[in-house]
């Protein structure tokens, strides 16, 4: 079986497993581990290059927004703050959206806000809800109060030396 010549380097390279290839053309990454060490993987001390399968959001505290913001004010002389922004890992639309919710209110408008979509309060769920929450609320200091009044009962019987039982017998002899 004869194989023609574009496909044989790619067969030849595969095998070497020096290049992966995608769609045809070489793309210059190791298709294996042992080809990745030999093809000058990363060495030690130096991060991983291989992409995550699912993007990791980097999440930054209130105190870590307050003091790159008050070291950004502090910048005075030109190339600070682009050196700031490149030794944190920063671009210059945080400091902007940091500014904004700073101006907000210092801790609380630096927090993090919880992502996703906002509850809608007229959702008749969230109305039934909360109608019921007040419910039991109600009935539970009710219920409080009824065992309260059992409890001050069950001493005042205790004291009067009147027995529930013998109240029972009594009411059931008439």
Known sequence: MEVT?????????????VVGTEGGRPTGVPTTPAAAASAGGPEPGQPDPEVLEKPVRRRYSAEYKQRILLEADRCSETGQLGQLLRREGLYSSHLITWRKQ????????LAPKKRGRKPNPKDPLIQEN????????????????????????????????????SNRMSETEE
């Open 102 to 109: 700073r101006e907000q209110g210092v801790l609380s408008g």
């Open 130 to 165: 909360q109608r019921l929450s007040r419910e039991i609320e109600r009935l539970a200091s009710e219920l409080k109060k009824a065992e309260t009044i059992i409890d001050i009962q069950k001493k005042l019987s205790e004291v009067l030396g009147i027995s529930p039982a």
């Open 5 to 17: 010549g574009s496909s044989r380097k790619d067969r030849d390279r595969e095998d070497a497993g």
